[in-house]
C-alpha cells in the first residue's frame, strides 16, 4: 500500500529509483504512478537527484581489434562441401560446440550481484545511497548533515547473523563521496550498514558508543 505520510512517500520513491524494493512493491509503485501526481513528482525528483551518480560505475571500452575481428570474420568465403559430408562436419561441429559452451558455463566468472540501500534518518529521510561493487562499498551523501566539532562519523557492517558489528572506518568530515574495501568481510544482501556518532579518532571500544545516525540493510537491486 502507498503510504500517506510525505516522508515515507519520499522515502519509498527513492528506494523505487534506486530499484531495492522488491518486485511486488515496484509494482504497486509503478501502478500507482498512473493516477499519482505527486508520487509522479517525486520519482522524477529522485531520478534527477541520483543521475550523476551513475559515474559510480564507468563504462568499459571493448578490448582493442574487437570489431575488426568480427568484420574478418564475417567476411569470411564458404567452401562448397558434398551433401555426404555436410552431416559428418555437422555432427561434429555440433560436438564442439556443446563443448565449448560447456567450458564457457563452468569456466566463465560468476557476475557479481548488484547490492545497494539507502540508509535512513530515524525520521526515514534518505542521508545515503550505499552501493556494494564487488567486495568493496561505495557511499554518496544524498543529504549531507552537520556533525558537531567534538565528533566524528563512524561507518558499520553488521551480517546476518553476526553477534556484533564491524567498524569499517570513519567518514571524513567532508562526507561527499567514499569507497571501502573491508578485509574482514564482504557485502552480502541482509547486511547492516549504519553510521554513528562517536568520539574524535573513533568509538573506543571496538562496538558503537554513540547514537545511530543512518541505517539500512543491503538488498539485491532490481534487475540484478
Same mark, same amino acid.
Given at each position: 500500500?502507498? =503510504?500517506?505520510?510525505?516522508?515515507?512517500?519520499?522515502? *519509498?520513491?527513492? #528506494?523505487?529509483?534506486? &530499484?531495492?524494493?522488491?518486485?511486488?512493491? %515496484? $509494482?504497486?509503485?509503478?501502478?500507482?504512478?498512473?493516477?499519482?501526481? @505527486?508520487?509522479? #513528482?517525486?520519482?522524477?525528483?529522485?531520478?534527477? $537527484?541520483?543521475?550523476?551518480?551513475?559515474?559510480?560505475?564507468?563504462?568499459?571500452?571493448?578490448?582493442?581489434?574487437?570489431?575488426? $575481428?568480427?568484420?574478418?570474420? *564475417?567476411?569470411?568465403? %564458404?567452401?562448397?562441401?558434398? =551433401?555426404?559430408?555436410?552431416?559428418?562436419?555437422? %555432427?561434429?561441429?555440433?560436438?564442439?560446440?556443446?563443448?565449448?559452451?560447456?567450458?564457457?558455463?563452468?569456466?566463465? =566468472?560468476?557476475?557479481? !550481484?548488484? *547490492?545497494?540501500?539507502?540508509?535512513?534518518?530515524?525520521?526515514?529521510? +534518505?542521508?545515503?545511497?550505499?552501493?556494494?561493487?564487488?567486495?568493496?562499498?561505495?557511499? %554518496?551523501?544524498?543529504?549531507? !548533515?552537520?556533525?558537531?566539532?567534538?565528533?566524528?562519523?563512524?561507518?558499520?557492517? *553488521? +551480517?546476518?547473523?553476526?553477534?556484533?558489528?564491524?567498524?569499517?572506518?570513519?567518514?571524513?568530515?567532508?562526507? &561527499?563521496?567514499?569507497?571501502?574495501?573491508?578485509?574482514?568481510?564482504?557485502?552480502?544482501? &541482509?547486511?547492516?550498514?549504519?553510521?554513528?556518532?562517536?568520539?574524535?579518532?573513533?568509538?573506543?571500544?571496538?562496538?558503537?558508543? &554513540? +547514537?545511530?545516525?543512518?541505517?539500512?540493510?543491503?538488498?539485491?537491486?532490481? @534487475?540484478?
Amino acid at each position: 500500500m502507498i =503510504p500517506t505520510d510525505p516522508v515515507e512517500r519520499d522515502a *519509498l520513491a527513492a #528506494e523505487y529509483v534506486l &530499484g531495492t524494493l522488491d518486485a511486488r512493491a %515496484a $509494482r504497486e509503485v509503478e501502478r500507482a504512478l498512473d493516477g499519482d501526481a @505527486g508520487l509522479r #513528482e517525486m520519482v522524477a525528483a529522485w531520478e534527477a $537527484r541520483l543521475a550523476p551518480l551513475s559515474a559510480l560505475a564507468p563504462p568499459e571500452a571493448p578490448p582493442p581489434g574487437l570489431w575488426d $575481428r568480427i568484420a574478418t570474420a *564475417l567476411d569470411g568465403t %564458404a567452401v562448397p562441401l558434398q =551433401p555426404s559430408r555436410i552431416w559428418r562436419f555437422w %555432427a561434429l561441429g555440433a560436438s564442439a560446440v556443446a563443448a565449448g559452451l560447456a567450458a564457457f558455463l563452468v569456466l566463465r =566468472p560468476v557476475p557479481e !550481484q548488484r *547490492l545497494m540501500t539507502v540508509l535512513l534518518t530515524q525520521r526515514d529521510q +534518505p542521508a545515503w545511497l550505499v552501493e556494494a561493487d564487488g567486495g568493496a562499498l561505495r557511499l %554518496a551523501s544524498l543529504n549531507p !548533515q552537520p556533525v558537531p566539532s567534538d565528533r566524528v562519523m563512524q561507518l558499520w557492517a *553488521l +551480517p546476518q547473523g553476526a553477534t556484533a558489528p564491524t567498524s569499517l572506518g570513519l567518514i571524513p568530515a567532508e562526507q &561527499g563521496r567514499l569507497t571501502v574495501t573491508p578485509s574482514s568481510l564482504r557485502p552480502e544482501p &541482509g547486511m547492516l550498514i549504519e553510521i554513528t556518532l562517536e568520539p574524535p579518532g573513533g568509538s573506543p571500544t571496538g562496538r558503537p558508543t &554513540g +547514537p545511530v545516525l543512518f541505517i539500512g540493510r543491503l538488498a539485491a537491486a532490481r @534487475g540484478a
